[in-house]
């Protein structure tokens, strides 16, 4: 079965220090890898993906993300965190079916940032 | 800003009354997904459209829910008999067909089951 798994509830980081947002997955096949972020009182907003190619995606607000095949992993980062990325973090696979188009995303449990001045 | 929009926005009712979600896509968008989230957990996919054919459907969405793209735009997503355990957000998405999971979220639609 398809899974996602993000071990930390909550992640705390001081602005200006580098942070970390990890997941770690389980899929049959290549993996569609995403992250997506939730403001309070907002839509999920897509941040990143990973389809193919290069290990280390850049997305949107200075975030990336690493894809990591033999640790089934693709951790969040970002070198200097801002106050304003206090949000919840969700980390979400897809994959090809045996129709050959995409499945359905399936999302891991969110993990909470918190970034402190 | 043209998003994604769901109506209503919160939905208190009682236990086995029967409720109905809209969701109006991106106009240019001809997937339209629905999703379900609860308290501290990411959300759990219930089904999809793409144009007016629903694809693919969760074990999770029993036979009280019902959901509809008739002419391939707007979606309801309807719970007959509503229990507390159906008390969630519920989300809608769309996107283009091709691009690869960026999907595009409503705010929601919180259903309350007293």
């Known amino acids: 079965a398809q899974s996602v798994a993000q071990p930390e509830d909550q992640v705390n980081v001081a602005e200006g220090n580098p942070l970390t947002v990890k997941c770690t997955y389980s899929?049959?096949?290549?993996?569609?890898l995403f992250w997506y972020v939730q403001y309070p009182n907002r839509g999920l907003q897509f941040l990143l993906k990973?389809?193919?190619?290069?290990?280390l995606v850049k997305g949107s607000y200075g975030f990336e993300a690493e894809f990591n095949k033999s640790q089934t992993s693709f951790h969040l980062k970002k070198p200097s965190a801002l106050v304003s990325d206090s949000a919840l973090y969700f980390c979400?696979?897809?994959?090809?079916?045996?129709?050959?188009?995409?499945?359905?995303?399936?999302f891991g449990k969110g993990t909470k940032l918190s970034v402190k001045p | 800003d043209t998003g994604v929009s769901q109506n209503p926005r919160h939905k208190i009712t009682k236990r086995g009354q029967n409720v109905t979600f809209r969701c109006d896509p991106i106009?240019?968008?001809?997937?339209l997904y629905w999703y379900r989230q609860t308290l501290g957990q990411g959300p759990e996919f219930l089904t999809y459209?793409?144009?007016?054919?629903?694809?693919?459907k969760s074990r999770l969405l029993s036979d009280r829910f019902s959901a509809e793209r008739p002419k391939g735009s707007f979606s309801t997503l309807e719970i007959q008999r509503t229990e507390q355990g159906d008390s969630a957000m519920y989300l809608c998405?769309?996107?283009?067909?091709?691009?690869?999971?960026?999907?595009?979220f409503g705010e929601g639609s919180r259903l309350t089951v007293l």
């Open positions: 990973y389809i193919t190619g290069d290990n």
């Open positions: 979400a696979v897809s994959y090809k079916n045996y129709g050959g188009s995409q499945g359905n995303l399936i």
């Open positions: 459209f793409q144009n007016e054919a629903q694809l693919e």
């Open positions: 998405a769309s996107s283009l067909s091709g691009i690869s999971g960026e999907l595009f």
């Open positions: 106009s240019e968008h001809n997937r």
């Open positions: 899929v049959s096949g290549n993996p569609y």
